[in-house]
């Protein structure tokens, strides 16, 4: 019987708790609100200082940082820290410039339509930058034209007075220039450009140097930067630099001794010999051929190229990814994916045991692996999206043990800025169940393990009451609804319950991993290991919140898609073909998160809708065991 005094105690114990949490983010929305108003009281303040602005597709924060210490030669200079360029991050450099300033540049990000319109209104620039436009934020846009559309406000929001430097070798950047009423700075290498670049030289360990013309006389242009396509970010700098009244030989001057920005073809090396190119801020499908071009001309001793998430491609993942891999391939030595959709580049290995090519869904397992696969003389390139992989936790773990591996943790900031990262068994520090030394790379010795002597029949799940009768457990509820129909008894194991089966006559393994479900994949590959079976003879049975409740759909390989459970257990057992039972779990009509329902337990009438499920996943089990020239005796008992 319920207590009402308890309840009551309980709800107050509540409220208590979350008067930090309160507290906290109302003191945030407060500090935004303020940053705001300080930016609009101070910019109409501040008419001695010139305002640039500087948006583009890439090129942003290179193009930034080495303006800055350009227009450090005429005084103090503010600025946007790091990649920040969100309008509220635009809002308190604004905020923060003072009246002995003499220039303040603004990185503008432009992600969806209209977006940019108030950074135009709280920046007011005088000086505006547009260096490229490619497939970043296409889903929102829709198609290049409208990409350039928003980020040419930037440049038409220009005073007659102001200066529009704009790459004249893009032709819709070039075509936002032509419509320009102010002065124009072109830059590039097509005939006209005001800074007309002739030449761009960048061979590792060589750093980059520049041939370009500015008014009929030849300059060479030293920097500390590496890659040509870093050349784009040079030659805007210096025309800012022209704008506001540098001198072209003290812009040269200034640029030489600039640093290489984080995360942006960034050199870092270690105590042991290997050197990392840092590439790893993003990676649109479009960036990925510079880089590679960069490494397949290195001087090096070996070559290799870590990818990890890649963004703004039109084709199916499972396409995109063997073709960047064969890229990758005519460039590396080595090529290592990381992440949910590594193991779809295998599709390229030149044969089942082609050392050339690994995959890692999991970055820790990579990390490991990486312990002791490179050697002094390598060149290693990380490539990937930092929000999704932080990949550069691969090249801190050589320094000092990484504690942090969490996947997608949405913290945009690098991992050497983040406190968590060294925490033993923080909040972030995922453990797996089995040492990661017996989590074996995809692609390496998969192909030589034995065939099973029976097949074994996985449900997906939480251990645990709390856990029976939530919709993520729907594949234990599978399993019980087979082990029923087979009369099997349900026994305890190291690896979780278990049970001996015979299904249409063929003895089966059933598994109910006692890990968490996102975890389970050591698990499991313990148990088909311990009964001499691998993922061929393996069928996982689990929740799918893309299939309507009552519904049951058999896939036979492919990705997880978005499922961690069959991400863990592709990790651990080195490839995705695996047949899963996928058992539907969303009501009709339900627009939910599946994180508001996955976990809180079914309804009593969402259980009855699951029986002719449960039943249809007994069925489609038994199919995948049966010949298929064969009709499965099981299928036709259940459906007579």
Same mark, same amino acid.
């Given at each position: ?18 008067? $930090? @949490? ?28 010139? #305002? ?44 923060? !410039?003072?009246?002995? *300033? ?26 505006? !930058? ?11 846009? &829709? ?7 928003? &980020?040419? &406000? ?6 007659? *007075? ?65 890659? /040509? ?10 025309? !800012? ?26 050199? !870092? ?5 290997? /050197?990392?190119?840092?590439?790893? @801020? ?11 071009? #960069? ?35 005519? %460039?590396?030595? =080595? ?10 580049? =295998? ?12 995959? #890692? $869904? ?20 990380? &490539? ?68 099973? %002597? ?8 939480? $251990? ?6 939530? $919709? ?17 008894? @349900?026994?305890?194991? +190291?690896?979780?319950?278990?049970? +001996? ?42 929740? *799918? ?77 038994? %199919? ?17």
């Amino acid at each position: 019987m319920l207590d009402p005094v308890a309840i009551v105690r309980e709800l107050r114990q509540r409220r208590l708790a979350a008067i $930090p @949490w309160a507290i906290d983010a109302l003191r945030r929305r407060v500090g935004r609100v303020k940053a705001y108003a300080s930016a609009h009281l101070n910019r109409p303040r501040r008419r001695n200082v010139t #305002f640039i602005g500087i948006t583009g597709s890439a090129g942003k924060t290179t193009t930034k940082e080495l303006s800055v210490a350009i227009l450090k030669a005429r005084g103090s200079c503010q600025s946007t820290k790091a990649s920040h360029n969100e309008h509220f991050e635009i809002a308190q450099a604004i905020a923060g !410039v003072q009246r002995t *300033d003499r220039s303040c540049v603004i990185e503008m990000s432009a992600s969806r339509p209209g977006y940019l319109d108030y950074s135009i209104q709280l920046v007011r620039p005088s000086i505006g !930058v547009l260096t490229l436009i490619a497939r970043d934020h296409y889903r929102s846009f &829709k198609s290049l034209e409208a990409i350039a559309a928003e &980020k040419g &406000k930037l440049i038409r929001s220009l005073p007659d *007075d102001g200066v529009a430097i704009v790459n004249i070798d893009d032709p819709l950047v070039r075509a936002v220039g032509e419509s320009c009423t102010c002065r124009v700075i072109w830059i590039g290498r097509g005939e006209g450009a005001t800074l007309r670049l002739h030449d761009a030289r960048s061979r590792w360990p060589e750093p980059l140097t520049l041939d370009l013309e500015y008014e009929g006389r030849r300059y060479v242009v030293p920097t500390q930067l590496h890659g /040509t396509q870093q050349a784009l970010s040079v030659v805007a700098a210096l025309a !800012v630099g022209i704008a506001a009244g540098v001198s072209i030989d003290e812009a040269i001057a200034r640029v030489a001794t600039a640093a290489s920005q984080s995360g942006r073809m960034e050199i !870092v090396e270690g105590t042991d010999g290997v /050197t990392f190119l840092r590439d790893d @801020w993003k990676a649109p499908y479009w960036s990925l051929a510079a880089p590679l071009a #960069f490494l397949k001309e290195a001087r090096a001793g070996r070559r290799v190229a870590i990818l990890g998430t890649i963004s703004d491609y039109s084709e199916k993942a499972s396409k995109i990814y063997p073709k960047i891999a064969r890229q990758a391939l005519a %460039s590396a030595d =080595l090529v290592i994916f990381v992440g949910p959709h590594a193991f779809r580049a =295998l599709k390229s290995r030149r044969d089942p045991d082609d050392g050339a090519l690994l995959a #890692f $869904p999991e970055i820790r397992d990579a990390a490991s692996h990486l312990r002791t696969a490179l050697r002094p003389g390598d060149l290693v390139l990380l &490539k990937g999206s930092n929000p999704a992989d932080h990949l550069i936790r691969l090249w801190l773990d050589r320094r000092e043990r990484v504690e942090c591996w969490r996947e997608r943790c949405g913290l945009a900031k690098f991992c050497d800025r983040c406190a968590q990262l060294y925490v033993p068994g923080g909040p972030r520090g995922e453990q797996t169940s089995i040492p990661i030394a017996a989590v074996q790379p995809l692609g390496a010795g998969a192909a030589s393990r034995s065939r099973a %002597s029976c097949d074994v029949i996985v449900g997906l799940g939480n $251990p645990g009451a709390a856990f029976d009768r939530t $919709p993520h457990n729907a594949g234990h509820l599978a399993l019980d609804a087979l082990a029923a129909h087979c009369g099997s008894a @349900w026994q305890q194991g +190291d690896d979780g319950l278990f049970a +001996d089966a015979t299904l249409d006559g063929k003895p089966v393994k059933l598994l109910k991993p006692a890990a968490a479900m996102n975890k389970c994949g050591p698990l499991v590959k313990r148990f088909l290991d311990q009964h001499a079976s691998d993922a061929a003879r393996c069928v996982l049975v689990h929740d *799918d919140v893309d299939i309507v409740l009552g519904d049951v759909r058999l896939k036979r390989d492919g990705g997880d898609a978005g499922h961690r459970g069959v991400r863990s257990v592709i990790a651990a057992l080195g490839t995705g073909e695996i047949r899963r039972v996928r058992v539907g779990v969303r009501r009709p009509g339900d627009a939910r998160q599946a994180t508001q329902f996955v976990l809180r337990d079914f309804e009593d009438a969402d259980l009855v809708a699951l029986r002719p499920a449960l039943r249809k996943s007994t069925e489609i089990v038994a %199919s995948c065991l049966a010949p298929s020239a064969e009709r499965s005796p099981v299928a036709s008992s259940l459906q007579s």
